[in-house]
Structure formats: structure tokens, C-alpha cells
């Protein structure tokens, strides 16, 4: 069974930074991609960043360059670092984790940011 477990979310000032973890557990290959998707109320989910088994990764043009996604494969923990955070990033963010045809989710943490 796969458990992930965010942590890290809060209240922020416009451009300040946060760092959110996903803590993994269960039977994930190594061969899984990581990700960090968000929800703003009323709006649909949408991806923020990926990182794939070799490292590689991905980042939705909104954050580019202003967050950075990483992953300790030891610990099972995916880190993603925000920065220069803007009112527009408040969103649930969550972790997900995708491997065989297959995508698991976190419950999620709320990141708010103020103007």
C-alpha cells in the first residue's frame, strides 16, 4: 500500500519561501516518478514539477525558476523548494507518485500566500 505525506505547507508573505516534503511509504519502486501538483479553489489540479528515477525533471512554466524539486531516494522524501512566492501560488499542493501505469496521491497541504 502507498502512503504519501506532505508537510511543510503555512502562511507566507509575497516573497518569501517555503519548503514542502512528501514522505513516502509503501511499495514504490525506485522507478517511480515524483511529482508536486496544486489546487486552487475553483480551479482544476495542475502540475507544478516532476522528477523522474535518473533526476530529471520538469517544471510548469508558472514557477519556473522560482522552484526546484528533489528527491532523496534513501529517505523516500521529495522536497520541493519555493521561492519569490506570489499571491497567485495559495493552492492546496500535493504529492503524487506515479509508476506502472499507476497514481497515488497525498491528502495535501495548503499553502497561502499573502499580499
Known amino acids: 500500500q502507498v502512503q504519501l505525506v506532505e508537510s511543510g505547507g503555512g502562511l507566507v508573505q509575497a516573497g518569501g519561501s517555503l519548503r514542502l516534503s512528501c514522505a513516502a511509504s509503501g511499495n514504490i519502486p525506485s522507478i517511480a516518478t515524483m511529482g508536486w501538483y496544486r489546487q486552487a479553489t475553483g480551479k482544476q489540479r495542475e502540475l507544478v514539477a516532476t522528477?523522474?528515477?535518473?533526476?530529471?525533471?520538469n517544471y510548469a512554466s508558472s514557477v519556473k525558476g522560482r522552484v526546484g524539486i528533489s528527491r532523496d531516494n534513501a529517505k523516500n522524501l521529495v522536497y520541493l523548494q519555493m521561492n519569490s512566492l506570489k499571491p497567485e501560488d495559495t493552492a492546496v499542493y500535493y504529492c503524487?507518485?506515479?509508476?506502472?501505469?499507476?497514481?497515488?496521491w497525498g491528502q495535501g497541504t495548503q499553502v497561502t500566500v499573502s499580499s
Open positions: 503524487n507518485a506515479r509508476f506502472w501505469s499507476q497514481g497515488y
Open positions: 522528477i523522474t528515477s535518473a533526476g530529471n525533471t
